[in-house]
């Protein structure tokens, strides 16, 4: 009779898949790829920039224009911003920095960073921003054969994870916990390459076996529930998205630093919504959880008032 070696199997699942896709992303590039597939991902960030300033700038008394740099991270976040000349009207410089904090870049491979000079520039009837970038120089566009080869990377992790957790199914039977880190890192390679039925599938499949497992407002629980909404965020649908997040925030008793990775979430939806006010409250209570403060009675009050007020307005 075959013995089966007493282990972790979720973390040795998980450690491959990740392992799998750090060799891969390791792989070198050829310096002129390289060129291609950041000049791509320059001229398509601009383009969502540009997109955003056409609302935000707009209806100013007089021609204004604002220069500014930051990094933009592989990950398709932005850090270290700078506004180099300011515009001398305060509102439009915040709508300069809205417009790059609403964008959402895509990801990239490469280079830890890329700098960005923008160049912000409004009127009467509209705004508009353009990017470059010292790091970015010449090179033609080849953005289709990349995106299949990320692609290609994200559907052999899944094929490797989907025949891991099918092998430890069988040792462990199909509703243990551990194999719930496994099946909702799988749900999220099926997030990455817009397969969001069977992203849905596993994230609910992963979502059951960690309410029983784990307990109903369990870190675990507010994990999958908040990949849940951001899946549902990347297929488009907000009102799924948005009823998710509040789902997590509503957990009497989970503890607010395991409601920090949703309240971002849901503060970076608020922001690509135009959503200013809103997305600050949210921050300012994310910086209170992360310095050890508690959230007053009163903030709580003036979330769930803010809520119910959303609520209402969506019915109508």
């Known amino acids: 009779m075959r013995v089966f070696p007493a282990r972790r199997p979720t973390s040795f699942l998980i450690s491959l898949g990740l392992l799998m896709l750090a060799l891969l992303a390791a792989m070198p590039m050829a310096k002129a790829d390289l060129q291609e597939v950041l000049s791509e991902v320059l001229r398509h960030d601009e383009k969502l920039v540009d997109n955003r300033m056409r609302s935000l700038g707009k209806q100013r008394p007089v021609t204004r224009s604002a220069y500014a740099s930051f990094r933009l991270m592989p990950d398709g976040n932005y850090s270290d911003w ?16 809205m417009a790059v904090d609403s964008a959402g870049f895509i ?25 470059s970038s010292p790091d970015v120089v010449g090179g033609g566009s080849d953005v289709d054969r990349k995106i299949a080869q ?41 997030k990455e390459v817009g397969d969001y039925p069977n992203a849905e599938k596993n994230f609910n499949r992963a979502l059951a ?15 999958s529930i908040c990949d849940l909404g951001e899946m549902y965020l990347a297929k488009g649908d907000k009102v799924e998205a948005e009823k998710q997040f509040k789902s997590v925030l509503d957990m009497p008793n989970l503890k607010p630093q395991a409601k920090v990775k949703t309240m971002q979430a849901y503060a970076k939806m608020y922001l690509k ?31 769930a008032e803010k809520t119910k007020e959303e609520s209402n307005d969506s019915q109508k």
Do not use: W
């Open 273 to 303: 919504d135009g959503k200013q006010a809103e997305a600050n409250d949210l921050y300012k209570q994310i910086n209170d959880i992360m310095s050890g403060k508690t959230p007053t009675a009163k903030t709580t009050e003036k979330t």
């Open 209 to 223: 076996i960690r309410k029983v497992a784990n307990g109903a407002e369990s870190p675990e629980v507010a994990q």
């Open 82 to 97: 700078v506004l180099r000349r300011g515009s001398g009207d305060p509102s439009f410089d915040v709508a300069c920095r």
């Open 150 to 190: 990320r692609r290609t990377i994200h559907m052999n992790t899944i094929k490797i994870m989907k025949e891991r957790i099918t092998g430890a199914e069988k040792v462990l039977g199909p509703n243990h916990g551990k194999l719930s880190e496994s099946i909702n890192f799988l749900a999220n390679e099926y």
């Open 107 to 131: 990801r990239f491979d490469g280079k830890p960073f890329i700098v960005v000079n923008a160049t912000f520039r409004c009127d009467a009837n509209s705004g508009s921003a353009s990017l």
